[in-house]
T-cell receptor
Framework: DAMVIQNPRYQVTQFGKPVTLSCSQT?????MYWYQQKSSQAPKLLFH???????NEADTPDNFQSRRPNTSFCFLDIRSPGLGDAAMYLC?????????????FGPGTRLLVL | GQNIDQPTEMTATEGAIVQINCTYQ??????LFWYQQHAGEAPTFLSY??LDGLEEKGRFSSFLSRSKGYSYLLLKELQMKDSASYLC??????????WGAGTKLIIKP
């Protein structure tokens, strides 16, 4: 089945220790998104890629970076995690942004910062 | 600014019908989405409305009125597994999704 996969499902890191979350997709979608979601809040878009074009949200901290080496994979790097970065990180994909813009989500990675 | 309003929490009885409302104020409109999210899991796509009217999909239906900036999600024959948060999201003129905070639906036997 075509799907969006995130690894790991749970990640524990220490304050200030870099961490990388990964996302892969078999849908061959052009667009990949990273969201941060805290308990009982709306998902917050961090950035997205349209193919290789990177689009950063204005209020995404510099501490968050992303890489998309190919169509299938996208990574979220948190350079120096703080306690406030503990959250669920959601990867989503869409075929494009206009007519085929329905976003499909991976299962998420829950990040705990100690 | 852009915002999406939906009730924080609703309670309903197994077997009953519930309507979850969503009102929006966005810069432009290119469609409205409803997602279901179980606790600790990722959102899953339920429905998409871009024209006014009712879209029916099994036990779930979604309605849109663009002139009123209003949508609702109707869930029929409620089952315990329908206990989840329901997120309303609107795609604006830049094709960005603006998300509501979600409505937590509690189903009681």
């Amino acid at each position: 089945d075509a799907m969006v996969i995130q690894n790991p499902r749970y990640q524990v890191t220490q304050f200030g220790k870099p961490v990388t979350l990964s996302c892969s997709q078999t849908l061959n979608h052009n667009v990949m998104y990273w969201y941060q979601q805290k308990s009982s809040q709306a998902p917050k878009l961090l950035f997205h890629y349209y193919d290789k074009d990177f689009n950063n949200e204005a209020d995404t901290p510099d501490n968050f970076q992303s890489r998309r080496p190919n169509t299938s994979f996208c990574f979220l790097d948190i350079r120096s995690p703080g306690l406030g970065d503990a959250a669920m990180y959601l990867c989503a994909t869409s075929r494009d942004q206009e007519g085929g813009g329905t976003q499909y989500f991976g299962p998420g990675t829950r990040l705990l910062v100690l | 600014g852009q915002n999406i309003d939906q009730p924080t929490e609703m309670t309903a009885t197994e077997g009953a019908i519930v309507q979850i409302n969503c009102t929006y104020q966005t810069s432009g409109f290119n469609g409205l989405f409803w997602y279901q999210q179980h606790a600790g899991e990722a959102p899953t796509f339920l429905s998409y409305n871009v024209l006014d009217g009712l879209e029916e999909k099994g036990r779930f239906s979604s309605f849109l009125s663009r002139s009123k900036g209003y949508s609702y999600l109707l869930l029929k024959e409620l089952q315990m597994k329908d206990s989840a948060s329901y997120l309303c999201a609107v795609r604006d003129s830049n094709y960005q999704l603006i998300w509501g905070a979600g409505t937590k639906l509690i189903i009681k036997p």
